[in-house]
């Protein structure tokens, strides 16, 4: 049996080896990767209670006790904190790379499975082109995010941003699925999705609030089932306001108050900022608007060979909609005016690939379904091979034209990381510090220094100051009367 592939297929596979490529680096250097900073400190507790008593039981209360607390002084995010305090290291010295691999394949996983439930699965789309679609995103994603910290490198940015990022693309899988097979299971797995995003993260929950109420108003879903999706809703709902009323959002920032003047205002400056945040992202990545435009004619072409009879109505109110989640994601910080670390930003940028995406998939559908005797459809049903060859050529001239924006991707970084040395020598410091920390015997820890630049790695380095949040943290966690550089 003979294994025949079309040109669009075959097109798509080499798009998904390319993309595979552009995130293998990062993937390769989270065996350097180590905790640091709040990570210590979260977790500390925990493994103190682990490592004298080996209690599963006993690091619960630890994890339960280190919530309440840092939900009165610190945070209101009271689900992603309780995560905070079961970091890997807690249990075993060394682990820490499993977090930055298992996110990154987590987050690859559920955008392929996004893309494959909504294109393939929905619209009918090949599973080839699908594919393909996701796989830029990702490149797109892992070449040019604002912070590798909050997407792979630092458990507390991970656990804040990316895990209720990960169950809010599950929820929008399983709440397809649920639109196709109307069956309870998927409503128990979306309500206790819910419980996590809204308990975690404003960003996600604002995601999913809209996408809720999309499907709610959506004239197309005429069944009463679609109602019953109130209930995961109102659980998120309850679990976000239980997280804004904790002491700890007010400790933190303490002018925090609602005014309906402020919010209406926020909204406004969100759209704002919403609308100029790609220029400003093309405008400093020139390489990424590349992509970008990259990304608009493959998807323009592999919309082609969608089969479902869905026909794409009111394209510009879809895409206007798309937008204003986007522009959701600037609200919390806007309206706080604080900014704490890259995690927002990430968020941003994430958010605005995916509802970009969608709202080109809905366009060039509706495209394709309302104007297929078009002189313009017609060259792309005819010519989508030869705008594909051209495509390759482009981005080829396009990675020569722009060498020192590819030098600015996260891809390169991580390469000049490793065959520097620099990757080495930091694992040869950390080892050098580990065989200190893991020694019971010593109570006063005199350690090598680190450098805290360590290209895409997220490090907050022990310094010579005893009383540095870092070197508490670290102290706590490894149960030492002092730590210090020398």
């Known amino acids: 049996m003979k294994l025949k592939l079309d040109k669009s297929s075959l097109f798509s596979y080499l798009i998904i080896v390319g993309s595979v490529g552009c995130i293998l680096p990062l993937a390769l250097i989270s065996f350097y990767a180590r905790p640091s900073g709040d990570d210590f400190g979260y977790s500390a507790a925990s493994h103190v209670a682990w490592v004298t008593t080996h209690s599963i039981w006993n690091v619960l209360q630890a994890g339960i006790e280190t919530t309440k607390n840092m939900c009165i002084t610190w945070n209101g995010d009271w689900f992603s904190v309780f995560i905070f305090t079961w970091m890997p290291e807690v249990f075993v010295a060394g682990s ?11 987050n690859i996983a559920i955008t392929l499975w996004l893309c494959h439930e909504i294109l393939f699965k929905r619209l009918a789309m090949g599973r080839a082109q699908s594919l393909a679609i996701g796989s830029i995103i990702l490149a797109l994603e892992y070449l ?30 399983y ?43 959506s004239p197309f879903w005429k069944g009463k089932e679609k109602y019953y999706t109130l209930i995961p809703l109102s659980i998120g709902t309850i679990s976000v306001v239980i997280q804004i009323i904790m002491p700890g959002n007010r400790a933190r920032v303490s002018d925090l108050t609602y005014e309906t003047k402020g919010a ?29 435009l990259f990304l608009v004619i493959i998807i323009a072409i592999f919309t082609r060979h969608i089969s479902s009879k869905f026909t794409f109505p009111y394209p510009i109110l879809f895409a206007g909609y798309m937008f204003g989640i986007y522009a959701s994601m600037f609200t919390p910080e806007i309206y706080a005016d604080t900014g704490i670390s890259g995690g ?33 459809i017609n ?26 924006d590819v030098k600015r991707t996260h891809a390169y970084e991580t390469v000049e990381y490793y065959t520097s040395g620099q990757a080495d020598d930091f694992r040869k410091q950390i080892a050098s510090q580990m065989e200190i920390l893991l020694d019971d015997t010593i109570k006063e820890a005199y350690l090598c220094p680190t450098n805290s630049d360590q290209g895409p790695i997220f490090h907050m380095p022990i310094i010579a100051e005893p009383d540095a949040f870092t070197n508490s943290a670290v102290a706590h966690f490894y149960q030492k009367d002092l730590i210090i550089t020398q």
């Not at 604002?146 to 929008?172: D, E, K, N, Q, R």
């Open 96 to 106: 820490f790379p499993i977090v930055p691999l298992f996110f990154m394949f987590a």
């Open 175 to 217: 709440l397809s699925k649920y639109a196709r097979m109307p069956q309870k299971k998927y409503l128990i797995l979306l309500s206790l999705l819910a419980i996590g995003i809204g308990g975690s993260s404003y960003y996600s929950y604002f995601m999913i609030l809209f996408v809720y109420i999309l499907v709610i108003l």
């Open 264 to 292: 209406i205002s926020t909204i406004f400056r969100a759209l704002l900022v919403a609308a100029q945040s790609p220029i400003r992202y093309c405008k400093e990545y020139p390489l990424f608007g590349i992509g970008l």
């Open 379 to 404: 060259y792309f049903h005819k010519h989508g091979n030869l705008i594909m060859g051209c495509l390759v050529v482009f981005f080829i001239v396009s990675v020569v034209g722009f060498r020192q």
């Open 344 to 376: 927002p930003g990430n968020m941003e940028f994430i958010t605005f690939l995916m509802t970009f995406s969608a709202a080109l998939v809905y366009t060039f559908g509706w495209w394709h379904s309302r104007m297929s005797d078009g002189k313009v």
């Open 144 to 173: 040019f995010i604002p912070s590798t910290a909050c997407i792979l490198f630092w458990w507390v940015g991970v656990v804040h941003y990316m895990m209720p990022h990960f169950f809010a693309m599950l929820s929008l899988i």
